[in-house]
């Protein structure tokens, strides 16, 4: 994983900025009961989509490892509902808040963390609750709706290892801990979409499930993303999914 402390500077202008966070805060409000009080954004960063959470009536409280992401979250949620904490300790008690989100997070770290953070959604969450996390974060940027979605969709099934927020390995694990599924959003990367030049590039120098990969797979797959046509041409930007899940005993 990146150092989010060294990449706090930076973070809101190289990841969509402001109409990121929009887009993506919009998909959790579709899902989010307008009644929720208490909401507790897990790994929030810098706060720039926690901030777009917030509602008259409700407490957006962010939670975050790294200290230079708090520091600017902080003013955007005010002093206070700013957290040093990890996803699997939360520094709250049980079944104390409406719903819990985790944005961006879960593709990031191994599936024991992924279970534990789920584990600990459900213990804080009052009974009715919801959870609501990006899923299949890494298909949807590989595997748009375009000629080049298609050839990075074959690859990634071939040479990628599972993702750790696959949509139905969250849902099995949400299960074992009471949560069950209460809705499905998705929002736009805007801007996001590449060309067949550009991804032929990314997957020669930048990707790490191509780097250990046989180069000649590797050179394939260059020389099939140079063969589509319109080279330049930026493909369908990626549509990112957000799912919720509800903690049973409303
Ligand atoms: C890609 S950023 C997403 C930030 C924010 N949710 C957003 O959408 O802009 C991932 C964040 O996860 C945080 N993080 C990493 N490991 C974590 C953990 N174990 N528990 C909670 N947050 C974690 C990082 O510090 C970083 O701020």
Same mark, same amino acid.
């Given at each position: 994983m990146l150092d989010y402390d060294l990449e706090a500077a930076h973070y809101d202008q190289t990841r969509g900025g402001v109409a990121r966070a929009r887009a993506a805060a919009d998909a959790v409000l579709e899902l989010l009961p307008a009644d929720c009080a208490v909401l507790v954004d897990v790994a929030c960063g810098t706060g720039i989509v926690s901030e777009l959470l917030t509602a008259p009536g409700r407490t957006v409280i962010g939670v975050d490892p790294a200290a230079a992401m708090l520091a600017l979250a902080q003013?955007? +949620?005010?002093? $206070?509902? @700013?957290?040093?904490?990890?996803?699997?300790? *939360?520094? +709250?008690?049980? $079944?104390? @808040?409406?719903?819990?989100?985790?944005?961006? *997070?879960?593709?990031?770290?191994?599936?024991?963390?992924?279970?534990?953070?789920?584990?600990?959604a459900a213990r804080v969450l009052r009974p009715g609750g919801m959870m609501i996390t990006t899923v299949d974060k890494n298909a949807a940027q590989y595997e748009t709706d375009s000629d080049v979605g298609e050839i990075l969709r074959l690859a990634r099934r071939e040479l990628a290892p599972p993702a750790s927020d696959d949509v139905e390995r969250v849902g099995e694990l949400a299960a074992a801990v009471g949560l069950q599924p209460a809705g499905l959003a998705g929002y736009v990367g805007h801007g996001q979409g590449r060309s067949p030049r550009e991804w032929a590039r990314r997957v020669r120098e930048d990707i790490a499930w191509t780097r250990g990969a046989d180069p000649a797979r590797v050179a394939e797959i260059c020389r099939a993303l140079e063969a589509l046509p319109e080279q330049e041409v930026r493909r369908a930007d990626p549509v990112y999914k957000v799912a919720g899940f509800r903690l049973g005993g409303d």
């Open positions: 003013p955007r +949620l005010g002093g $206070g509902r @700013v957290v040093r904490g990890d996803a699997t300790r *939360l520094p +709250l008690a049980t $079944g104390s @808040v409406d719903a819990v989100t985790f944005m961006w *997070l879960l593709h990031l770290v191994d599936e024991a963390l992924v279970a534990s953070a789920i584990a600990e």
